[in-house]
């Protein structure tokens, strides 16, 4: 038996090693690739986040931007898939926030909240736009067992901005608006009075706050220049809204499955368009109407 099981033993070690070394020199080759790639800009350039400009001066500014560079760049799939999701969705957000003053910038907030699709936090947050059920009513959204728009692009939008107009009308800064959005208007304005400073940059905050706005800027950074961070997505790979239009309905008991079909459509179809509905069927007793996205010019 020992006669038999050396060489195998042998061959095998061999192919482990030579493996193990072919691995690591396309790891080692890589990672110096991409590390000249996505370095931060240098401090004689500026970087900015709604016409306001990050203080790169400060040390720690710079090393927290670095590591979220570094996730976002590494994390290829996320990456690409948010990237090409981008094409398809920010068509959509942009005007929104164009129309109520809100800088486009703020386009990346929906990204590092949900990475441009309908996620659900373990706290019950939805959305694009990450809104809680109270959160979501007081702006506006019809949240119950029939619909939910913090699924809906458009309205959640449109609240997302009215937050964002909110927090800057008390801030009168939009990288602490920004902010707020993370950990709520009062706690972050209780942290201003207590640490008695007026900038984000100088605040002392959660892991997760003091990491939200270095999250937006590393995908701002990334976004406005893809290709200097190792990506390129053509407009062939990129993926696109399908041609829809509005069709307004506001009967009771509306089957949606048959709606769907009225429309040569799917109900995956419709969820997939109007991923706000729950369930196969509304009530709608009080007759409210709804606009509906139906495949079609």
């Known amino acids: 038996m020992k006669n038999n099981f050396l060489p195998k033993f042998t061959v095998f070690s061999l192919l482990f090693v030579i493996i193990f070394l072919t691995q690591c020199n396309t790891v080692n080759s890589t990672s110096t690739t991409h590390l000249k790639l996505q370095s931060i800009p240098s401090q004689s350039k500026t970087i900015s986040f709604a ?93 119950n067992a029939d619909v939910d728009e913090r699924l809906h692009l458009i309205k959640s939008t449109e609240s997302a901005a009215a937050y964002l107009k909110d927090a800057y009308g008390v801030f009168g800064n939009w990288t602490l608006a920004a902010a707020s959005y993370n950990a709520g208007i009062q706690r972050i304005q209780s942290a201003m009075n207590k640490q008695k400073v007026k900038s984000y940059y100088d605040l002392f905050l959660n892991e997760e706050t003091s990491r939200y706005m270095h999250r937006l800027l590393a995908t701002k950074l990334i976004f406005e220049s893809p290709e200097s961070y190792g990506f390129k997505i053509t407009d062939e790979e990129a993926y696109v809204f399908p041609a829809t ?53």
């Open 51 to 143: 016409n306001e400009k990050v203080p790169l001066d400060k040390y720690y500014v710079q090393e927290r931007l670095d590591r979220e560079l570094l996730v976002n760049t590494f994390w290829h799939s996320n990456t690409i898939l948010v990237l090409k999701r981008s094409k398809k969705y920010f068509p959509i957000i942009e005007p929104i926030l164009s129309k109520n003053g809100i800088p486009d910038d703020f386009k990346y907030l929906a990204v590092i909240e949900s990475g441009l699709v309908h996620v659900k936090s373990p706290a019950g947050a939805e959305g694009f736009w990450q809104f809680m059920p109270k959160t979501a009513r007081e702006y506006a959204l019809e949240v």
């Open 245 to 297: 239009k509005l069709i307004r309905i506001s009967k009771s008991n509306i089957n949606w499955v048959d709606f769907a079909s009225s429309y040569n459509m799917s109900y995956a179809d419709l969820r997939e368009l109007n991923p706000w509905i729950k369930g196969q069927s509304i009530a709608n007793r009080n007759q409210k109407e709804y606009l509906i996205q139906v495949l079609g010019d």
